[in-house]
């Protein structure tokens, strides 16, 4: 059976590459014309937009000379952040099975292609980011006095977000320093953006979201096992058994592993159905007996019957109130401390929370500041403001990698040519810039095959 979404993708897709071709055989597409071939992305420009970029720059060229100069130091770190990163993600993924490797979609962060990121919230937070990380070079190009040429939208069947084009010439001209700002003008505003987006998140779940009841949430119940026979439901709340508290999962397995096949233990949950918190006596059964292939002491374990959120309602939204908390801590996770928190904050989509999206929303009542919107209205502001944050720190982390043609790919090439000028003086201009194109291309190459070693290594 034909897949309606590939369907529709390939007819987007045929549509999209019919239309190019017209326009190019038409004479509407060139270098100097309005519309313009970025790779396979159509560059639609204008030069409307210029007189407001001018005068936002000209209020206060200190401050957005000062703001540039902060975001080649958050660039040059994010830079350093992510080549370790994925330094260390090459390690891991030696040892990795070939059926857990990730899959090629996963690498590109584009709505309806990853699987991660829904469509909705995800196009929206991708063309906000674009367009105001694009703006905020325009505006940066301007305060030091380079010319824009023009701006316009980036489409590939969709738009994919803005851009903002500079005179070639002047950004060459420009001083070092100057051009450092303009590139990372952009890294700088994602990361503005994440900061303002987060700062909304964290007061709506603050003041209007509350958990139903402490405990773990039911991701899935299987059929004919106890908990399917006691009536847990997907969207539960789990929280005691046998009069030990469950506030996360390893204390859940901790007080079911104490049990044994065939003994009957009081388990309370959160029932969606009733409304509240209910108690029941269950008999439970033997772990062979509903999983095939056990062998050993794991075939002999008690067996409840159902699938967990890795993070229990109370800790998601300690999470989405402070990254930079305890929640890894509280989630009851090896190593948890508060340095891990920040990355559970990104990993929401990954493990079934996105955040708050089909079950995970039934964890929660609506009360405070924000309960005129109702039930619905602050699940998508939440949802909203998690995606523009996610977006913007990820927009703001990859364009600081330094491979051309991105923003920590120009600063890289700056950076390099300022060592190898200082290490080599006596060098002619022509051999500097020789050398440095070649040392920009490598660390473009490396970036390239660390990306691609993910995917490629477990498969090997």
Do not use: C
């Not at 040059?76 to 990163?85: H, K, S």
């Not at 949950?269 to 050993?296: E, K, M």
């Amino acid at each position: 059976m034909i897949d309606i979404g590939w369907l529709v993708l390939v007819l987007l897709v045929t549509a999209y590459t019919l239309i190019v071709v017209l326009l190019y055989r038409a004479g509407h597409i060139g270098k100097d014309k309005p519309l313009t071939l970025f790779g396979p992305a159509l560059m639609l420009k204008t030069v409307r937009g210029r007189a407001t970029l001018d005068a936002i720059a000209r209020r206060s060229r200190r401050f957005w000379n000062a703001y540039g100069d902060l975001g080649i130091i958050l660039s040059l770190v994010a830079m350093a952040g992510m080549v370790i990163l994925l330094l260390w993600e090459a390690v891991l993924v030696v040892g990795l099975p070939s059926s857990a490797a990730p899959q090629p979609a996963e690498a590109l962060a584009l709505p309806g292609i990853n699987p991660f990121i829904p469509i909705g919230y995800g196009l929206v937070a991708l063309i906000v980011g674009v367009v105001l990380h694009e703006y905020s070079h325009g505006i940066l190009a301007r305060a030091n006095n380079v010319k824009v040429k023009s701006l316009g939208v980036l489409w590939l069947v969709i738009p994919i977000g803005a851009f903002v084009e500079q005179d070639d010439e002047e950004m060459m001209k420009a001083p070092a320093r100057s051009r450092d700002r303009i590139a990372a003008a952009g890294v700088m505003a994602n990361f503005a953006l994440a900061l303002v987006f987060f700062l909304i998140l964290s007061m709506v779940v603050s003041t209007s979201l509350h958990p139903k009841a402490d405990g773990v949430g039911v991701y899935a119940v299987i059929a004919g096992t106890p908990a399917h026979n006691a009536s847990l439901a997907p969207g539960d709340i789990i929280t005691s058994v046998n009069g030990t508290a469950t506030p996360n999962t390893v204390d859940l397995r901790s007080a079911l592993g104490a049990t044994r096949p065939g003994q009957s233990v009081l388990v309370s949950w959160y029932s969606q159905a009733d409304g509240r918190v209910v108690s029941a006596n269950v008999t439970l059964g033997q772990a062979s007996a509903f999983i095939p292939g056990l062998t050993g002491n794991a075939s002999k374990a008690a067996f409840f019957g159902i699938e967990e959120y890795v993070l229990p309602p109370q800790v998601l939204t300690s999470v989405l109130t402070n990254p930079f908390g305890n929640g890894a801590q509280q989630a009851g996770l090896t190593g948890g401390g508060t340095a891990s928190t920040p990355f559970l904050f990104l990993a929401l989509p990954f493990v079934s929370l996105e955040p708050l999206q089909g079950a995970p929303a039934a964890f929660y009542t609506v009360s405070g500041p924000f309960a005129f919107l109702g039930v619905n209205g602050v699940l998508v502001l939440t949802n909203m403001a998690y995606w523009l944050a996610w977006m913007n720190v990820l927009l703001g982390l990859s364009n600081a990698l330094p491979a051309v043609p991105l923003d920590g790919g120009f600063l890289f090439r700056d950076a390099m040519t300022k060592v190898v000028r200082k290490a080599r003086s006596s060098w002619p201009e022509a051999r500097l810039e020789g050398v440095v194109s070649r040392l920009s291309l490598l660390a473009t190459l490396a970036i390239f095959a660390l990306i691609l070693w993910q995917f490629v290594g477990p498969r090997l």
